[in-house]
């Protein structure tokens, strides 16, 4: 009898040890699914998966103005990634801009803004990423910025200068979706890192929150709310709406970087938190309901005008673009207006030019092409400056040098020259002080 007990009581235990154990398998498997949700929201992949190679190893070059910034293998690797990271580590690098060797990190990587992070969602992403994403032994090519850049220990002095530490802080005062959305465009999704202006050096002008910003070549507009509840009319079912797809019943499409974000990040959150950033991002009483648009088949204009009489952007708008756009830009059979298209009434004609010098997707079925090869830098100019006069009504205009600038990857930054002249002023500051010390001593004998 004793035996049966003792081998009841056994298979009991072992049940129970069974039970714990599926239980925290199951546990981790939601962890590992809620920080391979917060990776995607956070567009970890947009810069540490190149093309063509393994998740998250790194690799991809990230043009800045003060040169090309790889980014590095996150993978579990111990050789080549963060497989030797603690957890501790891990946050430092995702917060704070520290490696686990202890060296910084250049903000190209957001840790500005992730710094708005939870413990408990850099937990769930360092069990992603540990035990979520497969390890890839290759070492990524390494930054090498110029001198005075490629001294690390000199971001030490930045993060003191323009770190918030700060995580973020719920209002008491709003929703629980407007806090949700908060977390997400202040943290997460660090929105600020394109659409905030920054200084000489290279910090967001907090003061300018979401104002809008050069990205060297494309603009990031201003989206703040009285932007947004400007001439282009935003409601936050249009906000949603654009999220998730990169259009809006206003007929804003997206383009470039923010076109990237949407197909890698946005576009794969869920509803609520994108209708969460909305609510965020347009707070009060918005009216929520969205214009139809109903798309059919548009017929094609025509015009008898004289070429001998037509400027030089509308002859070259209307040989390579009105067969898509139509002649006056309502769009063509589902494809995209120009007409009342929320660019055309930007402070800047860049986003314009970038489009007709890059295309919009030109790899997909549907995208636009690039004209960058077909057409020259006055021509573009023409073209961008006609559709922004003509078919948006702007005074805005850009020039030929203006867009050869674009095509050549945006303005230098002057602070190269102002780290470099300041750096030569401290040591000529400290000759100085030496001289003036070895003078006095000698005259103290």
Not at 98 to 116: E, F
Request: aromatic share 8%; proline share 5%; hydrophobic share 40%.
């Amino acid at each position: 009898m004793a035996k049966q007990w003792k081998a009841l009581l056994s298979a009991g235990v072992l049940a129970l040890l069974c039970s714990q154990a599926q239980a925290q398998a199951e546990d981790q498997n939601a962890l590992i699914k809620r920080g391979e949700y917060l990776a995607i929201a956070g567009d970890c992949g947009a810069c540490h998966t190149e093309e063509g190679k393994a998740p998250f190893s790194g690799g991809h070059a990230i043009s800045s103005p003060l040169g090309t910034i790889f980014s590095t293998n996150i993978t579990p690797s111990k050789s080549a990634g963060i497989g030797n990271y603690s957890e501790a580590q891990f946050a430092a690098a995702l917060r704070e801009g520290v490696r686990g060797d202890g060296s910084q990190l250049y903000p190209a990587m957001p840790y500005t803004a992730y710094a708005k992070l939870s413990d408990e969602d850099v937990a769930a992403l360092y069990t992603y990423f540990m035990r979520g994403v497969q390890p890839v032994d290759v070492q990524p090519q390494k930054t090498a910025l110029p001198f005075p850049f490629n001294l690390r220990f000199s971001m030490a002095a930045w993060n003191w200068l323009f770190l918030d530490k700060q995580p973020f802080q719920p209002d008491a005062a709003q929703s629980a979706e407007w806090n949700r959305g908060a977390y997400l465009v202040q943290g997460l999704t660090h929105c600020s890192t394109c659409h905030t202006p920054r200084n000489f050096l290279m910090a967001e002008q907090t003061a300018k929150n979401l104002q809008g910003a050069s990205l060297g070549t494309w603009f990031a507009p201003d989206i703040t709310v009285t932007a947004l509840q400007g001439k282009s009319h935003w409601t936050r079912q249009m906000l949603a709406d654009y999220l998730a797809t990169g259009h809006a019943s206003n007929g804003a499409t997206a383009g470039g970087p923010m076109l990237e974000a949407i197909d890698k990040s946005f576009s794969r959150l869920t509803p609520e938190d994108r209708h969460a950033m909305a609510v965020y991002l347009l707070p009060g009483d918005q009216a929520d309901q969205a214009a139809v648009v109903k798309i059919g088949l548009t017929p094609v204009q025509g015009d008898d005008t004289p070429q001998a009489s037509i400027s030089s952007g509308e002859a070259l708008y209307r040989n390579n673009c009105a067969a898509c756009h139509n002649l006056a830009g309502e769009g063509l059979n589902g494809l995209p207006a120009l007409k009342n298209h929320p660019v055309l009434d930007k402070p800047t004609a860049d986003n314009v030019a970038m489009a007709v010098l890059q295309g919009v997707w030109p790899e997909k079925d549907q995208g636009m092409i690039a004209f960058a090869g077909s057409l020259n830098d006055a021509q573009i100019a023409d073209i961008t400056n006609y559709v922004m006069r003509d078919i948006g009504h702007s005074k805005v205009q850009i020039t030929t040098d203006r867009v050869k600038t674009l095509r050549a990857g945006g303005e230098a930054s002057p602070l190269m020259l102002v780290s470099r002249v300041g750096m030569a002023l401290a040591g000529v500051a400290v000759i100085l002080v030496l001289l003036w010390w070895w003078r006095r001593k000698r005259i103290s004998r």
